[in-house]
Nanobody, 113 residues
Framework: QVQLVESGGGVVQPGGSLRLSCAASKSIANRYYVEWYRQPPGKERELVAGITSRNITHYEDSVKGRFTISRDNAKTQVNLQLTNLKPDDTGVYYC???????WGKGTLVTVSS
């Protein structure tokens, strides 16, 4: 089983940026469909972005043009660049390997002035 560890969360003002990373315990280079989810306070977890094994990307409508998902095969990581952050982006962000249903423990993003 692949272990996933998210990092990069923090507190940022509206309009700010963060870079989240999802580090895998073994190579995921050009393998697996990897997703980023978020869970806002008091709400259900929702899909934010995904990247296929061929690096085709998908985004939830509210983050299109602001978030970018990418692979770093050398570091066995999948990153999520967050820009122009809004208070509604606040939540715990999780990465997941879809076909394995493997989840990390999450990293908290708080967007507040």
């Amino acid at each position: 089983q692949v272990q996933l560890v998210e990092s990069g969360g923090g507190v940022v003002q509206p309009g700010g940026s963060l870079r989240l990373s999802c580090a895998a315990s073994k190579s995921i280079a050009n393998r697996y469909y990897v997703e980023w989810y978020r869970q806002p306070p008091g709400k259900e977890r929702e899909l934010v972005a995904g990247i296929t094994s061929r690096n085709i990307t998908h985004y939830e409508d509210s983050v299109k043009g602001r978030f970018t998902i990418s692979r770093d095969n050398a570091k066995t990581q999948v990153n999520l660049q967050l820009t122009n952050l809004k208070p509604d982006d606040t939540g715990v962000y999780y990465c997941r390997i879809n076909t394995l249903n493997a989840w990390g423990k999450g990293t908290l993003v708080t967007v507040s002035s």
